[in-house]
């Protein structure tokens, strides 16, 4: 589904610039569950952010589902990624003066879907995230595992072809953590959800299937997940 293909990406820095990615070629399938570790600053949230189409200023070649991402324009990109790609962030990123469900439908208002398709979805993620008495709170009003949650419900909402995760569990204490693992686990197996996922804790990257690791902005290891 995935496929990219010598991979550069540089920052410019004043009149210079620096090489953050070095060469990546990486194919990830549908269904799959990735966890991509290293050091901070090794470029992980960079290469993250490419194949989330959040950043089209790389270069190489990047195919999706064989479209040819790399030559996309602006507002192909951006289309491709709303209809496209689900996202979860470390510090869950919630609207605070909307109720839960006002945040979780979000996505759906965007795209125009009918206000009576979007609340029997919203009850829907919200069931399947374990929040489903929680749509009338406040994001403020709830803990942050709970918050995570929601973010996640909003992520899925729209059903799509891919999950992308950049630190999800590095604002959560490790009970809580272990819990929002569970259910990205769950997302995976149970509805086939492909999740690519950004971490620096061991723990929870020896939970995804397939663990990459990166090393400035190289992969240096890419391999399944034995169960221990
Ligand atoms: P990680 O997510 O692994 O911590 P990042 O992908 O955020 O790493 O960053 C990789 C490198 O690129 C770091 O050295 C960082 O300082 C640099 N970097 C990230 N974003 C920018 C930016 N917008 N402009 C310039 N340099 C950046
Ligand atoms: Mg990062």
Same mark, same amino acid.
């Not at 709303?82 to 996202?87: A, C, E, I, Q």
């Not at 061991?202 to 890419?222: F, H, M, Y």
């Given at each position: 589904?995935?496929?990219?293909?010598?991979?550069?990406?540089?920052?410019?820095?004043?009149?210079?610039?620096?090489?953050?990615?070095?060469?990546?070629?990486?194919?990830?399938?549908?269904?799959?569950?990735?966890?991509?570790?290293?050091?901070?600053?090794?470029?992980? !949230?960079?290469?993250?952010?490419?194949?989330?189409?959040?950043?089209?200023? &790389? !270069?190489?070649?990047?195919?999706?589902?064989?479209?040819?991402?790399?030559?996309?324009?602006?507002?192909?990109?951006?289309?491709?990624?709303?209809?496209?790609?689900?996202?979860? &962030?470390?510090?869950?990123?919630?609207?605070?003066?909307?109720?839960?469900?006002?945040?979780?439908?979000?996505?759906?208002?965007? %795209?125009?879907?009918?206000?009576?398709?979007?609340?029997?979805?919203?009850?829907?993620?919200?069931?399947?995230?374990?929040?489903?008495?929680?749509?009338?709170?406040?994001?403020?009003?709830?803990?942050?595992?709970?918050?995570?949650?929601?973010?996640?419900?909003?992520?899925?909402? %729209?059903?799509?072809?891919?999950?992308?995760?950049?630190?999800?569990?590095?604002?959560?204490?490790?009970?809580?953590?272990?819990?929002?693992?569970?259910?990205?686990?769950?997302?995976?197996?149970?509805?086939?959800?492909?999740?690519?996922?950004?971490?620096?804790?061991?723990?929870?990257?020896?939970? %995804?299937?397939?663990?990459?690791?990166?090393?400035?902005?190289?992969?240096?290891?890419?391999?399944?997940?034995?169960? !221990?």
């Amino acid at each position: 589904m995935i496929r990219l293909q010598g991979v550069d990406k540089f920052y410019k820095q004043g009149e210079s610039s620096v090489q953050v990615l070095h060469d990546i070629n990486l194919d990830i399938s549908e269904g799959e569950f990735v966890a991509i570790m290293g050091q901070s600053g090794s470029g992980k !949230s960079t290469l993250l952010n490419i194949i989330g189409f959040l950043d089209d200023q &790389f !270069s190489g070649t990047y195919f999706y589902k064989k479209l040819s991402v790399h030559n996309y324009t602006r507002s192909q990109f951006s289309k491709l990624r709303n209809s496209n790609v689900g996202f979860v &962030f470390q510090n869950f990123k919630l609207i605070n003066n909307l109720t839960v469900q006002e945040n979780v439908s979000l996505p759906l208002l965007y %795209a125009g879907a009918k206000r009576k398709d979007i609340n029997k979805r919203v009850l829907e993620v919200l069931q399947q995230v374990g929040l489903k008495d929680s749509g009338k709170d406040l994001p403020t009003n709830l803990s942050g595992g709970q918050q995570q949650r929601v973010s996640i419900a909003r992520a899925i909402i %729209a059903q799509p072809n891919f999950l992308i995760a950049d630190e999800p569990t590095g604002a959560l204490d490790s009970k809580t953590s272990d819990e929002i693992m569970l259910l990205f686990k769950r997302l995976n197996q149970h509805n086939n959800t492909t999740i690519i996922m950004v971490t620096h804790d061991e723990k929870v990257g020896n939970q %995804a299937k397939r663990l990459i690791r990166i090393l400035d902005g190289r992969i240096i290891s890419d391999k399944k997940v034995v169960l !221990s």
